[in-house]
C-alpha cells in the first residue's frame, strides 16, 4: 500500500468517529498522539517511555474500557513520567476528544495493522504525517490552512536559497515546521543523508541546523512530530517570537517563514521593546524581526510570504521598507496568485533578501516577477504543482542552473544575468524610482492582454488615430461657419 493511500485511510477513520464528536482538526492531535506511540515501537525509542504506556502494552489490553482508561492515564501523566524533552512537549495538556472506548480500539487495530516499510519505501511514515497535515489544511472547516504553506511554493523558496551545511536556519512562525523539514530534506539529498559527514556534524544538522517557534499549542504540538518523523530533534519554542522570547532568535544563516497576517489582538503593539518601529500589524513585525535576526556577512538570506498591505502601507510600513531596503538587499519580489492559501481574496507576495555587512544602502534594484495576472484558479482541474514556478525560477537565476547557483554563486545572481531574461511578468525597479513613488512596493504587475480581447476594446493606437480624425473634421466645421459669419 502506497503513503497516499495509507494516509487516505487513516483520514477517513476520521468519519467513523464523526458520532464521537470528533472534528478534523481534533483527529489530526489524536492521531498524533497514538502514533508517536506506535513510532517509538517502530523507531527503537520506547525504553523512553514508561512501561504501562508502550504500544505494546497498549495493544495487549482486551477490555475496552481498560484500554480507554489506560489512554487517559497517558495522556494525562506521560509528560510528568518520561525524561525525553519531545515527549513533554507533545504530550503538554493533551486529552482526548474521544467519548466511546470502542472508538480508540478501532484506532490502535488500525494503526497497528498497517506495514509501514516496503521495499520501495523503507520509511513511509514522515511522508504519510504530511499527507495527513495537508489534508488537514485543506479541510476549511478545521482551520488549519493558516498553519500549511503549499509544499510546490514551500520548495521553490528552499530551492533557490540554497541551504548549506554548517548553517544555521529558523521559522520565526513554525506551523507545522515544513519549511525546516524542506530545507534539511534538500540537504540530505544532496549530502547522501549525511552519511558522508562526521558524528560531529551529523549531530549539529540534526539538532541545531534547523529551529523555530510556534505560538499555537497544537500547531507546536504538530510541529514536534513532523521534526520527529523526519529525523529531526530540532528546538522548536512555544510562544511568541513578537514577545520577548523572540529576542534571542538572532544571527541565523537563513530564514524561511509564512508569518500570520492581520494585526495584533486588540490592535496591541508587539510586546518586545527591541523593534524601532512597533506597530500593530503582525506581519510588519515579522518582517522587522526576521531581517534584524540574519547574520551581517553579506549572505544571511530569507524568503518571505507577506500580504500585499506590507508593500505599500504608510506609516510605519513605509518606514520598515525604507529599514529593509537599507539593511538588506530586496532584490526580488515575486507576486502569488491569489487563492491558493489563505482566503481566495488574500494577495499574497514572496520577498527574498539578503542581509548586508551594513546597515544602509544595501538595495541597488528591486526586481518583480508576476505570477498574478492572468494565472489560472488553481484546484482539482488545475493543480498547483512546482512546474507553474518554471518561469520564475529562469528569471531569478538568469537562466543559470539551480544547481550552479547553489555551488558557484551562493543562490545571489547578479542583475547583469537576470537582465538578459525576456519575459513580460519581470521587471526591475531601481532604488531611485522607488524612492521616487515614496517607497511604494506595489509594482511589478502586467497588464492583462487578454483584458481588451475579452471585451472587444480596440488597440490604443487605432483609439488615437479615430479621435485624431474626428478632431479635424470638427475643426474643418468650426472654420466653416467662421468663414461664413466672417
Request: aromatic content about 10%.
Amino acid at each position: 500500500m502506497s503513503a497516499d493511500e495509507i494516509a487516505n485511510k487513516l483520514w477517513n477513520l476520521c468519519n467513523v468517529l464523526r458520532d464521537d464528536g470528533v472534528t478534523y482538526h481534533q483527529y489530526l492531535n489524536e492521531l498524533t498522539y497514538i502514533l508517536f506511540l506506535r513510532l517509538s515501537e517502530l523507531k527503537k525509542f520506547e525504553s523512553e517511555l514508561p512501561e504501562e504506556y508502550r504500544w505494546s502494552t497498549l495493544k495487549g489490553l482486551t477490555d475496552n474500557k481498560a484500554l480507554f482508561d489506560r489512554y487517559r492515564d497517558l495522556l494525562a501523566n506521560i509528560s510528568s513520567k518520561s525524561t525525553n524533552a519531545t515527549i513533554k512537549e507533545i504530550y503538554t495538556n493533551a486529552s482526548t476528544t474521544l467519548r466511546k472506548p470502542v472508538n480508540l480500539r478501532t484506532l490502535i487495530t488500525s494503526i497497528d495493522a498497517i506495514d509501514w516499510f516496503d521495499e520501495q519505501e523503507q520509511d513511509k511514515i514522515a511522508t504519510i504525517y504530511e499527507e495527513l497535515l495537508e489534508k488537514n489544511a485543506g479541510e476549511k472547516k478545521s482551520g488549519a490552512g493558516q498553519y500549511f504553506t503549499p509544499r510546490p511554493l514551500i520548495n521553490v523558496m528552499v530551492e533557490l536559497l540554497a541551504p548549506k551545511l554548517g548553517e544555521r536556519w529558523n521559522d520565526p512562525a513554525a506551523g507545522t515546521f515544513g519549511f525546516m523539514i524542506a530545507a534539511d530534506h534538500y540537504l540530505r539529498e544532496r549530502h547522501d543523508h549525511y552519511y558522508e559527514l562526521s558524528a560531529k556534524e551529523r549531530k549539529f544538522q540534526i539538532e541545531e541546523a534547523f529551529s523555530g517557534c510556534e505560538l499555537v499549542q497544537d500547531a507546536h504540538r504538530l510541529a514536534l512530530m513532523n521534526a520527529k518523523l523526519h529525523g529531526l530533534e530540532s528546538q522548536i519554542a512555544m510562544g511568541d517570537t513578537l514577545s520577548d522570547l523572540g529576542k534571542s532568535f538572532k544571527n541565523f544563516d537563513g530564514v524561511l517563514a509564512n508569518p500570520p497576517f492581520g494585526t495584533k489582538q486588540g490592535g496591541e503593539r508587539p510586546s518586545r521593546d527591541d523593534f524601532t518601529f512597533a506597530t500593530a500589524n503582525k506581519q510588519l513585525n515579522f518582517l522587522q524581526h526576521i531581517y534584524r535576526s540574519l547574520k551581517k556577512d553579506g549572505k544571511a538570506r530569507a524568503a518571505v510570504v507577506l500580504p500585499d498591505n506590507v508593500l505599500f502601507e504608510d506609516g510605519d510600513g513605509r518606514k520598515i521598507r525604507q529599514d529593509l531596503m537599507d539593511k538588506c538587499d530586496l532584490h526580488t519580489i515575486l507576486r502569488l496568485p491569489t487563492g491558493i492559501f489563505y482566503a481566495a481574496g488574500v494577495k499574497t507576495n514572496v520577498l527574498f533578501f539578503t542581509r548586508g555587512k551594513t546597515d544602509t544602502g544595501n538595495t541597488k534594484n528591486v526586481w518583480f516577477y508576476d505570477m498574478r495576472t492572468n494565472a489560472p484558479a488553481f484546484g482539482k482541474r488545475t493543480p498547483f504543482l512546482r512546474k507553474v514556478f518554471e518561469d520564475f525560477v529562469i528569471a531569478y537565476t538568469g537562466g543559470i542552473s539551480l544547481e550552479n547557483i547553489r555551488t558557484q554563486f551562493d543562490g545571489i545572481v547578479s542583475d547583469t544575468e537576470r537582465s538578459k531574461i525576456v519575459d513580460r511578468a519581470w521587471k526591475c525597479f531601481s532604488r531611485k524610482e522607488i524612492k521616487l513613488l515614496e517607497d511604494n512596493l506595489d509594482l511589478g504587475l502586467t497588464e492583462d492582454q487578454n483584458f481588451a480581447e475579452n471585451f472587444n476594446i480596440e488597440d490604443p493606437a487605432e483609439i488615437a488615430k479615430k479621435a485624431i480624425v474626428e478632431l479635424n473634421a470638427v475643426q474643418k466645421e468650426l472654420n466653416a461657419i467662421i468663414a461664413l459669419l466672417g
